[in-house]
């Protein structure tokens, strides 16, 4: 069919937002050729269709409301930069064809070249066939080059708040944000306290002038998405598989940790109030809600005068419970019983110090040893990831049991990067952190006493875990090292060193690597 004017054109614009299309025409540029080489050449058009999405996949919805046209026979022909614009998979290029081989599609024209039914289909197959083939390779050395960059530990995709992309060499790959990092690391700290709400922390993240990637504020399921992004800690996660980062971790996989916990709690009421030093931080033995903390005043008439008193108590969001609350004095009294059980005197504080300054020489040394063995131990999961690849690669086993073992030995990674990280700092550290040790426990009794809101709390928080109230009486645990201390021999232990070698009589709380 020969005669232009028995044919309505339909003119398809269509470029990919994916980057195997980078470069196509954009949608504009194609629009303004094919209108301008259609009113040259006097063709009919009488709808122009735009679509920004790959041809590789299906179910385009703008090419499906092109080929419902075609059978309405609102339009007969198509106008088209190049054959590829119209169909980059076998399913939408057969659908193109038959609607040749039906009549219902008379022509397809580009201008460079005419397709019909009855001369030049088979250039048309050609022409698909080649599309799709061409989709195929580029999406397997896409596939191909990612798994390098996998092995290689460089993040692929836009950055996370807090991270920059960045160029190195030929590679690509993330930094810290020097203006951003500390401020999202401030977030996980921050929420890690257990003080505040996903809500809150969306707030705070405003006031500090932290905004998302796009300038706008962050927004709670954003925020909820950031504090549990695997990716702070070095571990990023792509087509289903967790990979080792070889860029630098924003965060440790403690705190992370920690932030999981706290997320996990949604019975624990976030808002702060210092008013209230204890409330959030026990758990109710009767159904695992957070233990609230609630204050009534009470006005007497006679005297006037009006009277406060503070219970702590089950939140109940779980539904109704039976344990009975007590009184913020009652608890208060508990709290400081058990502390008690670990306070120094002067003396055994003061020794204590004195000792652990004579020790710390022989510290390098231990940590020197300690090293060596997770360096052994890091050097094996990575011959034990290797072996995994080939065993995938071999299929021997399959893609679900390759991402679940490969998780699990990413994990044992992250592990080891970190207490070697920590051991890394040990010999520098550990008299500081071993005096705060002694420190506190030397003030445990006085902050009880004498101590703010804030300072009792962060003393609990510091020493204590697992706190249950229960039946009115608290069962109360001691974080390590703090539960050492309540062993009878540690003041035997610190003053047997005014009489015996300090080397070997000394004694010092343990490592928990």
Known sequence: MDN???????????????????????????????MDFANENKLNVVKVLEESQSAYKLGRPVFERMMKIFEEQVANAILVWKPDRLARNARDGGAVIQALDDK???????????????????????QFGMSNDFSRQISSNVKRGNRQKYERGEFIGAAPLGYVNIKVGNSRNIDLDPVKAPLVRRIFEEFASGKYSVQEMCRRASQWGLNSMNNSQVGKSSMYTLLKRTAYYGVFIHAEESHQGSYPSLISKELFDQVQEALGDRSKPRKQDWTHAYKAMIKCAGCGCAITAETKVKHFER????????????????????????????????????????????????????????????????????????????DKVDLELNKLLHMRLDEEITAEEYAGAKKRLVDRQVDLKV???????????????????????????????????????????????????????????????????????????????????????????????
């Open 4 to 34: 232009k004017s028995d044919l309505k054109y339909l003119v398809y614009c269509r470029k990919s937002s994916e980057h195997v299309d980078r470069q196509a025409l954009s949608i504009e540029a194609q629009r303004r050729e094919l």
């Open 104 to 126: 219902i599609l008379q022509e397809i024209r580009t201008p460079y070249e005419i397709y019909r039914q009855e001369d030049n289909r088979m250039m048309l197959y050609i």
């Open 303 to 378: 005297t006037n005068r009006d009277a406060s008193y503070t219970y702590y108590r089950c939140t109940r969001r779980k539904g109704r419970c039976i344990q009975p609350g007590v009184t913020e004095a009652q608890l208060e009294g508990m709290l400081k019983k058990n502390i008690s059980n670990i306070t120094i005197d002067r003396e055994v504080w003061q020794l204590g110090v004195e000792l652990l300054k004579a020790k710390h020489s022989n510290e390098v040394e231990v940590d020197m040893r300690v090293r060596r063995e997770l360096e052994k131990e890091k």
């Open 419 to 513: 207490k070697t990280g920590d051991r890394e700092n040990t010999s520098a550290n550990w008299l500081e952190l071993a005096e705060n040790f002694f420190e506190t426990a030397f003030q445990a009794r006085e902050i009880m006493e004498k101590g703010s809101m804030e300072q009792k709390r962060d003393l609990v928080r510091a020493v204590g875990w697992n706190l249950i109230l229960r039946d009115k009486n608290l069962d109360f645990s001691f974080r390590k090292p703090f539960d050492v201390l309540l062993q009878p021999t540690i003041s035997n232990d610190v003053q047997g060193w005014k009489e015996s070698n300090p080397r070997w009589r000394f004694w010092r709380p343990p490592s928990y690597h």
